[in-house]
Nanobody, 121 residues
């Protein structure tokens, strides 16, 4: 069973930092790109960052570029999101996600339950 479990969220003041983790299981983690997305109540999903299979290519939304850093440890089946200089507008539920092929020719999107990040001024 594919599982993605986020952790590390919390309540911080603007300008502070948090580090999110996404623990993966049920699939060969190192074979898949991974994604961080975020969603505020009443708002749609916002893509935040992608990382390729070996961590050599990193992609960021303009809203987080220069402040957030995505990384992964394939030996630990874990992806991270280091969030620095947090802003009030970064307040969201953060999810990790992946498109996994468990059967030939069939790709399925998987999401974690999310971790809440709240930034106050």
């Amino acid at each position: 069973e594919v599982q993605l479990v986020e952790s590390g969220g919390g309540s911080v003041r603007a300008g502070e930092s948090l580090r999110l983790s996404c623990a993966a299981s049920g699939f060969t983690f190192g074979r898949y790109p991974m994604t961080w997305v975020r969603q505020a109540p009443g708002k749609g999903l916002e893509w935040a960052s992608d990382i390729n299979e070996d961590g050599s290519y990193l992609y960021y939304a303009e809203s987080v570029k220069g402040r957030f850093t995505v990384s992964r440890d394939n030996a630990k089946n874990t992806m991270y999101l280091q969030m620095n200089s947090l802003k009030v507008e970064d307040t969201d539920v953060y999810h990790c996600a992946a498109e996994i092929q468990l059967r030939p020719g069939v790709l399925t999107d998987y999401w974690g339950q999310g971790t809440q990040v709240t930034v106050s001024s």
